[in-house]
């Protein structure tokens, strides 16, 4: 079985739509559930600024316990609820909310790894200046943590992107359902390969942008071995009008 070139092309590219549309709009979602509970998992740590150790074990007992089902069964325990809230248990628009749910548990675990990186006297020393708790994460934690959590945001694309080829063996639509349908059920070869191609460049095309982006950022990364990092003293500016 063969499929004509312009064919093929057509299928790639609409396949391709699927996927981003699939990838970006569940990131997006993913996050904005995602980060506020990387937050609370570092700031109810013990020993942080607002320790609260049953909450913190609650929240991260529900986030492991999610983390820990495989996709493709967390699709398929989703339907009924899938086609309750989206009308249909299958294609990229009824996908985004199982791939929401699988994403916002992984997100939630990049975040707090990123926060923990934060240099602890310097939170010690906003707190010392009278800054709140909102102010602390709005201006120590997420600025100190950004090149992390941008190299974070390109490894959390390129896992959900793997989700919707995952996505793709029960009718998802985009480049994985592609690959089965046509690659595997209709044994024809080429389209295999050419989705699994694009796929690669796909994935590569977000961790240049996403690095490229962590070096702009991360003004440290240019400046010479041992020279200074950002202290309290670099917290004033950020704090000048605290009361």
């Known amino acids: 079985m063969s499929m004509e070139m312009d064919q093929l092309v057509q299928l790639i590219l609409n396949g391709t739509g699927e996927t981003l549309y699939m990838t970006l709009i569940s990131t997006a979602i993913a996050y904005v559930i995602g ?18 150790p049953y909450f913190n074990s609650v929240l991260g007992t529900a986030i492991n ?9 967390l699709i398929v325990m989703l339907f009924p609820v899938t086609r309750a809230v989206m ?3 299958i294609g990229s628009k ?9 994403a916002f548990p992984y997100i939630a675990r990049m975040v707090e790894s990123s926060l923990k990186e934060v240099d602890h006297g310097v939170i010690e020393a906003a707190q010392s200046m009278g800054a709140s708790t909102l102010q602390i994460v709005w201006k120590v934690y997420l600025p100190e943590a950004k090149p992390s959590l941008i190299l974070g945001g390109a490894i959390s694309l390129v896992t959900i992107l793997a989700y919707t080829a995952i ?12 690959a089965v349908r046509y690659g595997h059920q209709r044994g024809i070869t080429s389209v295999m390969w050419v989705t699994v191609v694009f796929l690669i460049i796909l994935v590569q095309v977000v961790q240049l942008i996403f690095n490229w982006l962590s070096r702009r950022i991360d003004k440290r990364l240019d400046q010479p071995s041992g020279a200074k990092k950002s202290g309290p003293l670099d ?7 605290t009361k």
């Not at 980060?35 to 609260?52: A, D, Q, S, Y």
């Not at 316990?65 to 069964?73: A, D, E, T």
């Not at 009824?94 to 699988?102: E, M, N, Q, R, S």
């Open 94 to 102: 009824a996908t985004i909310l199982p791939l929401v749910v699988g």
């Open 167 to 178: 996505a793709g063996t029960v009718g998802a639509g985009g480049l994985g359902d592609i």
């Open 87 to 89: 009308g249909s248990a």
């Open 35 to 52: 980060l506020p509970l990387g937050v609370l998992l570092v700031i109810t740590e013990k020993g942080h600024i607002r320790p609260n």
């Open 65 to 73: 316990l999610l983390r820990s089902i495989p996709f493709l069964i």
């Open 235 to 241: 917290l004033l500016p950020r704090f000048a009008h």
